[in-house]
């Protein structure tokens, strides 16, 4: 077990993840669990910190994804997901007793795979249509001990080229979010364009959407719903309506994020339709040649 440092191995930690913002250790399950259900790059940073800052609703982090986990573990010294769950439920689970998690798709598949590697072998390969909503649920109860009482916030992008766009930029630069002296860090590689990728995660980002979808509907529940356009349209009002859901009537707290969209991601986003335009006429013109050599 390591002290608490403001790095772990070589990267600087966002604040939010130290032993600073740890709670009064907590003595049991947590009243309740806010799981914001989501996807990178749609802002959940920055609805996360709302949160927070508000008060009396726990920290959202992505405590069970592999940006977060390894130095959370590290510094409470848990080398197993049992020792680590009941670490992020002591010292995360807020005074109220509320427990407040982000969490991706794929997150909810490997915690699953590492609670019980048998019962759900091949989830991550079946598209959501492919899906029963008993696998949903199954799955809804193998996670209900980490997860106790759960409400649910769906928040997506519906700009799913600029997603992408921006996912490709922060996993190559290793930016992941901008505030003015926490985490602070150069850049370690320029994004390089790569066409197929981005269309990877555009389908990536469709297939992990299609799945939250289907576990609500199989969960029978309604979760708030809001999306990264909302935030940056209105964030005073979006998340004011966030926080009246959860039963706060606390004022939507300052932002403390930077913007980290640039004109490089606007010149990305023109040359990627470019491209798959030209390709598409590519593609279009080969079978309009193939259907003459066959006449």
């Known amino acids: 077990m390591t002290s608490d440092v403001a790095t772990f191995a070589g990267r600087k930690l966002y604040d939010l993840a130290t032993a600073q913002h740890d709670y009064p250790a907590w003595d049991g399950a947590p009243r309740k669990t806010i799981l914001i259900c989501t996807?990178?790059?749609?802002?959940?940073?920055?609805?996360?910190?709302?949160?927070?800052?508000?008060?009396?609703?726990?920290?959202?982090?992505?405590?069970?994804?592999?940006?977060?986990?390894?130095?959370?573990?590290?510094?409470?010294?848990?080398?197993?997901?049992?020792?680590?769950?009941?670490?992020?439920?002591r010292f995360r689970t807020d005074p109220s007793g509320t427990l407040s998690v982000k969490i991706f798709w794929r997150d909810m598949v490997e915690l699953a795979n590492e609670l019980d590697p048998t019962r759900f072998p091949d989830l991550a390969d079946r598209s959501p249509d492919d899906t029963a909503p008993e696998t949903y649920r199954g799955l809804a109860t193998l996670l209900a001990p980490i997860f106790p009482a759960p409400t649910y916030i769906h928040l997506a992008r519906r700009d799913r080229l600029r997603q992408a766009i921006s996912a490709v930029a922060a996993s190559e630069s290793g930016l992941w979010r901008s505030i003015p002296n926490v985490g602070e860090q150069e850049p370690r590689a320029?994004?390089?364009?790569?066409?197929?990728?981005?269309?990877?995660?555009?389908?990536?980002?469709?297939?992990?959407?299609?799945?939250?979808?289907?576990?609500?509907?199989?969960?029978?529940?309604a979760p708030h719903r809001v999306t990264y356009e909302q935030l940056a349209a209105d964030y005073q009002l979006t998340v004011a309506n966030v926080l009246l859901y959860l039963g706060s009537d606390a004022p939507p707290p300052p932002v403390r994020?930077?913007?980290?969209?640039?004109?490089?991601?606007?010149?990305?986003?023109?040359?990627?339709?470019?491209?798959?335009?030209?390709?598409?006429?590519?593609?279009?013109?080969?079978?309009?040649?193939?259907?003459?050599a066959i006449s």
Not at 203 to 217: K, V
Not at 264 to 287: F, P
């Open 39 to 89: 996807h990178q790059r749609s802002g959940s940073t920055l609805l996360g910190e709302a949160i927070h800052f508000a008060g009396g609703l726990g920290c959202p982090l992505e405590y069970f994804h592999g940006g977060f986990r390894p130095s959370l573990a590290d510094r409470w010294g848990t080398p197993d997901l049992g020792s680590y769950t009941r670490a992020v439920t």
């Open 190 to 221: 320029e994004p390089q364009f790569d066409l197929d990728r981005i269309e990877r995660l555009i389908g990536y980002s469709d297939y992990c959407h299609g799945h939250w979808d289907n576990f609500f509907a199989a969960l029978g529940v």
């Open 257 to 292: 994020m930077r913007r980290q969209a640039t004109d490089r991601n606007e010149a990305v986003v023109m040359r990627y339709l470019r491209e798959r335009a030209a390709r598409a006429a590519t593609v279009h013109g080969d079978r309009i040649m193939k259907r003459n």
